[in-house]
C-alpha cells in the first residue's frame, strides 16, 4: 500500500499541528530542527504516543514502534513523513 | 393573716434596694440586689413567702434575706427545720394551694434530699395528671466551687437540672439579672429553679433600673469575631477576663451568658457560631454529661457546617473538688484554660 | 345452649410475656367457679396460682404442663350453662387471644399504639393486613414496617458505609467554603500545625485561583503568566507542607533493586505490533500493574497510617505522580487498578494524566490513593528515591528503562532494565516486607503476558 | 403488736390558740344510719366489685403497668372520704382505687385511665397509680413511697395561711412510717399547725415484709403522739368505726387547726400487686383477716338490724355490676390521646394558668 508522500511544508505542518495537540503552548518557530523533541518538550512516554497517534491520523501514514527512531528531531520526521511509505 | 405584719414595706437601712425600681443606675452589691427583689416581691402580693433553713432569724446563710423577718414577719420569712424534702415538698403543696412561694434551699449540694420533690412532684405533676394541676413555685440554691469547701459543699448541678422537662433552670450573673429574674420567675406559672453562684454574693456593679429581666434568652455580654466563648453565672467572669486577655493577643472573642439553661437559647448561641464559625463552652461541673456537653451536642446538630474546628469544652477535672486552695484551682476552670482552649480552637 | 369461655394464660406482671402451666389443678367435667384456682403458672420469677373468672365445667384442657406459652394464648375451655353469664369475659374483649383469626373477625378492633396507627397512615400500610406478633396478637411498629419494606432488616439498622479510604481532613466550613468559591480541595495546602485544611487554607487557594480568574478577558501573555505563577505559588505552598510533613512525621527507609525488563518489551513490542496506535501500551502500564497486584499480595503497604496504626486499605488505589507543564506535581489515583486488564490500565492512564493537565480531575481521585507510583524513568533518571505523600506508607519509583550488562547462565550480555526503589514508612513496615515487595513485582515483570 | 382493735388516745397538750374565724359547717352531719349504712355498703361494694373485674381485665392485659389492688381495706377509704367535706383535699398513694371512687370519681375515668385512654381521668399519661382531679382536689396517687406527705402538708400549710377552713386528708402506709419523710413532715405539721389530717393505713406488710420487722415499736399512734399531735388507734375493718373516729378529728382540726393522726388497723386480702406470688403470708393470717371482712361486717349488722335482706343486697350487686361493665365498655371504645399532644402540659403557659382554681 503506496500513501503518496507528502510535500515538506505539508510535513512540516503536520508534525507542528501533532506536537501542539499534545503541548499547546509549543514555540515551534523558533525549535531548531535538529533538536531531540522529546528532550526540548518534555515529553514523557505517554505524551510520545499521543504525538505519534496524532500524526498517523494527520498523515495516514502507518507509524509502527520501530519508526520512532526516524522521528527524534524535527528534520528527521519531516524527511520520514515527506518519503514514499510503505 | 393571723398575725398581721406591717403591710407597708418600710424601706429599711441596708442597702439602696428600695422596694419601688431605683429610677437612675447605681452600684450594689449581687446580694442587695437579690434583696431587693425578694423585698420588692413580698411587698407586692400577699401569696410570695419565703422558706428555707436560717432565711428569718438569721438573716440567710448568705445574708440574702438579712432584715426581711423584721419587715414582713415570721408568718411570710419563715425558718424551716433541717427537712429538705418537707419544707421543698411543702412549697409544692402550697403552690398548689395558691401560694406563690420562694423555697430557698442553702446550696445545690443539699438540693440531692429534695431531688424527688422537685422531680417527681414540681416538674411531673402538670404532665402526669393531664394538665390540671399547676405548681407555680420558685426555688433558690446557690451553686459552685471556689472557696474551698471542698467536695460534698462545691457541686454543680446546673446541668442535672437541666435536664428535667417541667422546670425552668435560670443562672443570673450580673447585677440587673440578679435584680430582675426573680420577678420574671415568680410571675411564671412553673416551677423555677434560680441557681447562684456562691462568689457573686460580693461582687459589686451597675444596677441599670431595677426593672425585671427576662428569663427566655441568653444575653451576648461582649461582641466578637473570632471565637464565641459561652458561659454562664459564676463563669461569666473568667470568659470576660479571658476575651481581655486574647484582645491582647489580636484574637476577637465574643462572650455569650446563656442565662437561661432550660429552655437553652438555641437562636442566639448558634447565631454567634454563624458569626465566629468557633465555639468554646465553660462550666464548672464536670465534663461528663455537663451542661457544656449538651451545648456543644446542640452546635454539632445545628452548626455543623460552620465550625471551622471542633467545639471545646472547659470544665472541672472529673475529681472530688479537694480542699487545699492549690488542688481546687486546679480542679476549676481558669482563665487560662479558656485562653488555651480559645486558642486550639483559632489555631 | 352452653356457650363457650375461653381460659386463656393471664398476664401477671408488667414485664411478663409467656408462662408455663406448672401445674392444673381441674380436669376436664369439673365445676369450677368465679375465683376458683384452676392452675399454678411460672413467670420466671414465681410459681403464682391463677384463678378463673367464670363458672361453668371444665370442657378441655388445651394446654399441658410444661410448655411455655405467650400471654392470651388458650389454655383450657369452660362450657358455662344457659346464656353466657354476666362475668363471662365479654367477648368485646376477644382481642386478647392470641388467635389471629379470632381478632379479625372479631369487633375488627385492631389492638395497636396511636403511635403505630400513624406510621401505618404514614407507610401506606392498611393495619388490617397486618400480622401483630406483640402480647396478644398486639401490632407493633417493626410489624408495620416491615410490611412497608419487605426484605429489609426490620429493625432500623442504618448500612454502614464502607469504610472511606484514607480521608484528607477537612473542616466542615472549608468543606462548605471551598464549595462556595469553587475551589478545588486538591489544590488547598493543609495546615502546617494539625495537618487539616481549615478556612484559611481554602481561602489561600481561592485568592491564588482568584487572581487567575479576575484576568482581563483577553489577558495578555504576561497577565496570564503572572496568574499561572499565583496559582504556582499556592500549589507550590500545598506540595511544601505535604513534603515537610511527610519527611518530619514519617521515618523513611528505601530500598532498590534492577529488574530484567527483556521479557516485557518483547512483549509489548509483539502487542503493540497487532494495536492501533490509538491503543498502543507504554512500559508504565505493565509496570503499574505489575504494582497493584504486588500491592494486593502485600497488604501492609496498602493503606494509611491513622492516628498512630496502620490502617490497611481493602481496595488498591494507585496513585500516579504525573507532573503538571511548567511545574507542579499531582499523584492521583487509579480506582481499583489490580482489577484492571493491562489495556484498561493504559487508558485509565492516559484518561488521568490528561484531566490532570486541564486541572479536571475528581475529589475523589485527588483525596484516596492507597499507593503512590512515581515514573520518572521518563525523564531519563535512572533511579528515584520519592517522598512518600502521607498518609500513605510507601512509595515505588521506577526509573529509566536503560540497556546494562547482564549476566545470564554466567555468559555476560546486554539487556533492557530498570531500577525499581521503594520508600517506606518504618512506622509501618520492615525492610523485610518491603524486599518482599520488590522482588515479587521483578517476578510478575518477567511474566508480562499473565499480567 | 397488740392487735386489740380498742382506740388507744394519747393525745398532746393542746396548746391555748387564739380562736379562729371559722364559717358554719355544712355537711358531715350523720344522716339517718339506716339510709346511710346503705350508701356505706354501697360504696364498699363498688370498690370492691370494681377492684376485681381490674384482676380480669389485668390477665387479659387491658390493664398494663403496676396495679395494687384495695379489696380487704375499703372501709378506711368509705370511712374517711364520706367524712370529709367537699373543698377538703385528698392526697392518696399508688393503692388509689378505693380513695378516687370514694371520693366520687367516676369508674369509667378511673377505668378509662387504666386502659391508657384520653378520657381517663389523667388523659391515660398516669395509671393506675396516678389519679387526679382538680375539681373534687383529689391530688393524685404518688408511686414514691411517702412522696405525698410533703404535698399535703403544703396544700395545709396555704389554707393555714390563707384562712380557709378546710383540712387536708393524707393516706400513707405503714411502709411510709418508716421514710424519713413522714418524720421530717409530721414534726413541721405539728410547728407550723397545719390543719392536716394523716390516714395510716397500716395493713401489716410493707410489701412483703410484715410490720414486726420493719419497726423497732409496732404501736405506730404511740409513736405519732410523740411528735405532739394528737393520735388514734382504729379498727379499719369496721367503716362505721373509722367513720366515727374520722369525724372526731376533722372537728378537732377545724377547732384548733392543728393536724391529727389515725392509724387504720386493717389488712389487704390479695398481694401487695399483681405480679406478687403472695409467698410471705400464710394462708392461716388471710382467712383470719377474711374473717372480719368489712363488707360482711356491715352486711351482718345491717341485717340483725332488719335494714338489709338478699334481694336488697342483689339489687345492689346487680346496679354495681351494671355501672361497672358500662364503665368498662365506655372505657375500650373510647379513644387514645393523639400522640402529637405528647408535649403538652410539660410547661403551663400564662393563660392556661390563668384559667387555673387554687
Known amino acids: 500500500m503506496t500513501t503518496q508522500s507528502l510535500t515538506r511544508e505539508a510535513a512540516h505542518a503536520a508534525v507542528a499541528d501533532a506536537l501542539r495537540r499534545v503541548v499547546p503552548d509549543a514555540d515551534l518557530e523558533s525549535c531548531p530542527p535538529d533538536v531531540n523533541l522529546r528532550e526540548e518538550f518534555e515529553l514523557d512516554s505517554l505524551d510520545w504516543v499521543e504525538f505519534v497517534e496524532n500524526l498517523a491520523k494527520r498523515t495516514g501514514r502507518r507509524i509502527d514502534e520501530d519508526d520512532y527512531a526516524s522521528l527524534e528531531t524535527l528534520q528527521d520526521s519531516v524527511d520520514f513523513l515527506s518519503r514514499p511509505g510503505r | 393573716m393571723t398575725t398581721t405584719a406591717t403591710s407597708t414595706a418600710t424601706a429599711t437601712g441596708s442597702g439602696t434596694g428600695t422596694g419601688s425600681p431605683a429610677a437612675t443606675p447605681t452600684t450594689t452589691t449581687y446580694r442587695e440586689a437579690m434583696r431587693a427583689a425578694l423585698r420588692e416581691a413580698l411587698a407586692g402580693d400577699d401569696r410570695v413567702f419565703l422558706v428555707g433553713e436560717d432565711v428569718g432569724r438569721y438573716g440567710g446563710s448568705f445574708g440574702v434575706s438579712l432584715g426581711l423577718l423584721e419587715e414582713f414577719g415570721p408568718e411570710r420569712i419563715r425558718d424551716a427545720p433541717l427537712s429538705e424534702s418537707a419544707f421543698v415538698g411543702a412549697g409544692i403543696g402550697a403552690a398548689l394551694g395558691g401560694m406563690r412561694p420562694i423555697v430557698e434551699i ?145 484574637l476577637d472573642a465574643e462572650v455569650v451568658d446563656l442565662r437561661t439553661l432550660r429552655p437553652l437559647d438555641d437562636a442566639t448561641i448558634m447565631a454567634s457560631v454563624r458569626r465566629t464559625h468557633r465555639a468554646v463552652v465553660i462550666d464548672e461541673a464536670w465534663r461528663t454529661g455537663s451542661l457544656a456537653a449538651e451545648v456543644s451536642a446542640r452546635i454539632t446538630e445545628q452548626a455543623f457546617y460552620d465550625l471551622d474546628a471542633p467545639v471545646e469544652r472547659v470544665c472541672s477535672d472529673e475529681v472530688p473538688i479537694p480542699y487545699a486552695k492549690h488542688l481546687e484551682d486546679a480542679a476549676l476552670p481558669q482563665v487560662a484554660d479558656v485562653v488555651a482552649a480559645v486558642r486550639r480552637t483559632v489555631a | 345452649m352452653a356457650a363457650l369461655s375461653e381460659f386463656t394464660m393471664p398476664s401477671l406482671g408488667a414485664d411478663m410475656d409467656a408462662g408455663i402451666v406448672l401445674e392444673w389443678l381441674v380436669k376436664p367435667g369439673d365445676a369450677v367457679h368465679r375465683g376458683d384456682i384452676v392452675a399454678v403458672v411460672d413467670t420466671a420469677k414465681a410459681a403464682v396460682d391463677v384463678e378463673c373468672f367464670t363458672s361453668g365445667t371444665v370442657q378441655e384442657i388445651l394446654v399441658d404442663p410444661g410448655r411455655s406459652v405467650p400471654v392470651g394464648t388458650v389454655l383450657a375451655t369452660i362450657a358455662v350453662p344457659g346464656e353466657a353469664g354476666p362475668a363471662a369475659v365479654p367477648t368485646a374483649l376477644g382481642g386478647t387471644t392470641a388467635s389471629a383469626q379470632a381478632r379479625a373477625d372479631g369487633d375488627g378492633h385492631l389492638v395497636c399504639s396511636p403511635l403505630v396507627r400513624r406510621d401505618a397512615a404514614r407507610l401506606g400500610v392498611d393495619l388490617v393486613t397486618v400480622h401483630g406478633t406483640g402480647v396478644g396478637g398486639r401490632i407493633r411498629r417493626e410489624d408495620v414496617e416491615h410490611l412497608a419494606h419487605p426484605g429489609q432488616a426490620s429493625g432500623r439498622v442504618p448500612e454502614v458505609p464502607a469504610a472511606p479510604a484514607a480521608r484528607r481532613r477537612v473542616s466542615p466550613y472549608a468543606r462548605r467554603l471551598a464549595r462556595e468559591l469553587q475551589v478545588d480541595l486538591a489544590g488547598a495546602a493543609a495546615s502546617a500545625v494539625d495537618g487539616a485544611v481549615h478556612a484559611a487554607q481554602v481561602r489561600a487557594a481561592a485568592e491564588a485561583a482568584a487572581t487567575v480568574t479576575s484576568a482581563a478577558p483577553a489577558p495578555a501573555a504576561g497577565a496570564r503568566e503572572i496568574g499561572a505563577a499565583q496559582r504556582q505559588a499556592a500549589m507550590r505552598a500545598t506540595i511544601a507542607g505535604l513534603m515537610a510533613r511527610s519527611k518530619r512525621e514519617i521515618p523513611h527507609y528505601y530500598l532498590s533493586t534492577t529488574v530484567d525488563m527483556s521479557a516485557a518489551m518483547s512483549w509489548l513490542r509483539d502487542r503493540n505490533r497487532e494495536l492501533t496506535v490509538a491503543d498502543r501500551l507504554v512500559p508504565a502500564a505493565l509496570m503499574l500493574k505489575a504494582t497493584a497486584l504486588a500491592a494486593r499480595r502485600v497488604p501492609q503497604l496498602n493503606g494509611s497510617w491513622r492516628d498512630d496504626r496502620f490502617v490497611a486499605s481493602p481496595a488498591v488505589h494507585l496513585g500516579v505522580a504525573i507532573s503538571l507543564r511548567g511545574g507542579g506535581l499531582v499523584a492521583p489515583a487509579i480506582h481499583d487498578a489490580d482489577a484492571l486488564s493491562v489495556h484498561d490500565l493504559m487508558a485509565a492512564l492516559k484518561d488521568l494524566v490528561a484531566r490532570a493537565r486541564t486541572g479536571r480531575l475528581r475529589g475523589s481521585e485527588m483525596s484516596d490513593p492507597t499507593l503512590t507510583v512515581t515514573n520518572l524513568g521518563e525523564q531519563g533518571v535512572e533511579s528515584v528515591f ?56 521483578d517476578h510478575l515483570m518477567q511474566r508480562p503476558e499473565e499480567l | 403488736m397488740n392487735s386489740t382493735a380498742d382506740t388507744t388516745t394519747t393525745s398532746a397538750p393542746a396548746a391555748p390558740r387564739p380562736t379562729r374565724r371559722r364559717r358554719p359547717r355544712t355537711g358531715g352531719s350523720l344522716p339517718d344510719a339506716e339510709g346511710h349504712r346503705r350508701d356505706l355498703l354501697r360504696q364498699m361494694l363498688r370498690i370492691r366489685r370494681f377492684e376485681e ?306
Open chain 2, 106 to 250: 442553702m446550696t445545690v449540694n443539699f438540693s440531692l434530699l429534695a431531688l424527688d420533690q422537685i422531680l417527681d412532684n414540681a416538674a411531673t405533676l402538670r404532665h402526669m395528671s393531664g394538665g390540671q394541676l399547676c405548681v407555680p413555685l420558685v426555688i433558690r440554691m446557690t451553686t459552685g466551687a471556689g472557696r474551698q469547701l471542698a467536695a460534698q459543699h462545691s457541686h454543680s448541678f446546673e446541668g442535672w437540672y437541666a435536664s428535667i422537662p417541667g422546670l425552668r433552670v435560670v443562672a443570673p450573673a450580673t447585677i440587673d439579672d440578679a435584680r430582675g429574674m426573680l420577678a420574671s420567675a415568680l410571675a411564671d406559672p412553673n416551677p423555677v429553679v434560680i441557681f447562684e453562684h456562691g462568689s457573686l454574693y460580693n461582687s459589686t456593679g451597675t444596677l441599670t433600673d431595677g426593672l425585671p429581666r427576662d428569663i427566655d434568652t441568653a444575653a451576648v455580654r461582649r461582641p466578637g469575631t473570632d471565637v464565641s466563648v459561652f458561659a454562664y453565672g459564676g463563669s461569666l467572669g473568667k470568659a470576660l477576663a479571658a476575651a481581655e486577655e486574647l484582645a491582647g493577643a489580636g
Open chain 3, 386 to 441: 520519592g517522598v512518600i505523600y502521607p498518609p500513605q506508607v510507601a512509595l515505588v519509583g521506577f526509573g529509566k528503562v536503560l540497556d546494562r550488562p547482564w549476566a545470564v547462565g554466567g555468559l555476560l550480555g546486554v539487556r533492557p532494565t530498570v531500577c525499581l526503589t521503594l520508600s517506606a514508612d518504618h512506622r509501618a513496615t520492615d525492610g523485610f516486607t518491603g524486599a518482599r515487595f520488590l522482588d515479587l513485582i
Open chain 4, 53 to 358: 373485674r381490674c384482676v380480669e381485665l389485668y390477665s387479659a392485659t387491658k390493664i398494663r403497668g403496676f396495679m395494687h389492688l384495695y379489696i380487704g381495706e375499703e372501709a378506711v377509704a368509705v370511712g374517711v372520704l364520706a367524712s370529709l367535706a367537699e373543698d377538703d383535699a385528698v392526697v392518696s398513694t399508688y393503692r388509689e382505687h378505693g380513695h378516687a371512687l370514694a371520693r366520687g370519681i367516676s369508674m369509667e375515668a378511673v377505668m378509662a385511665e387504666m386502659f391508657g385512654r384520653v378520657t381517663g381521668c389523667s388523659r391515660g399519661r398516669g395509671g393506675s397509680m396516678h389519679i387526679f382531679d382538680a375539681g373534687r382536689r383529689f391530688y393524685g396517687g404518688n408511686a414514691i413511697v411517702g412522696g405525698g406527705l410533703p404535698l399535703a402538708l403544703g396544700l395545709a400549710l396555704s389554707d393555714r395561711m390563707l384562712d380557709r377552713d378546710r383540712v387536708t386528708a393524707c393516706f400513707f402506709g405503714d411502709g411510709a412510717f418508716a421514710e424519713g419523710e413522714f418524720h421530717e413532715c409530721i414534726n413541721l405539721a405539728a410547728l407550723w399547725r397545719a390543719p392536716l389530717l394523716l390516714v395510716c393505713e397500716n395493713n401489716r406488710y410493707a410489701m412483703g415484709t410484715p410490720l414486726a420487722t420493719t419497726h423497732a415499736r409496732t404501736d405506730l399512734a404511740a409513736r405519732a403522739a410523740s411528735y405532739g399531735v394528737e393520735a388514734h388507734a382504729v379498727d379499719g375493718m369496721d367503716v362505721e368505726a373509722v367513720e366515727q373516729a374520722t369525724r372526731e378529728a376533722l372537728a378537732a382540726i377545724h377547732a384548733d387547726g392543728a393536724p391529727r393522726f389515725l392509724e387504720m388497723l386493717t389488712y389487704r386480702f390479695r398481694a401487695h400487686s399483681m405480679y406478687d406470688p403472695d409467698r410471705y403470708r400464710d394462708k392461716a393470717e388471710i382467712q383470719r383477716w377474711r374473717r372480719r371482712d368489712p363488707l360482711s361486717l356491715l352486711d351482718k349488722r345491717m341485717r340483725d338490724g332488719g335494714e338489709l335482706d338478699d334481694a336488697g343486697l342483689a339489687a345492689l350487686q346487680e346496679a354495681v355490676d351494671r355501672e361497672i361493665a358500662e364503665a368498662v365498655d365506655a372505657a375500650d371504645a373510647a379513644p387514645y390521646e393523639p400522640v402529637e399532644d405528647l408535649a403538652r402540659y410539660v410547661l403551663a403557659t400564662p393563660d392556661e394558668a390563668r384559667g387555673l382554681t387554687s
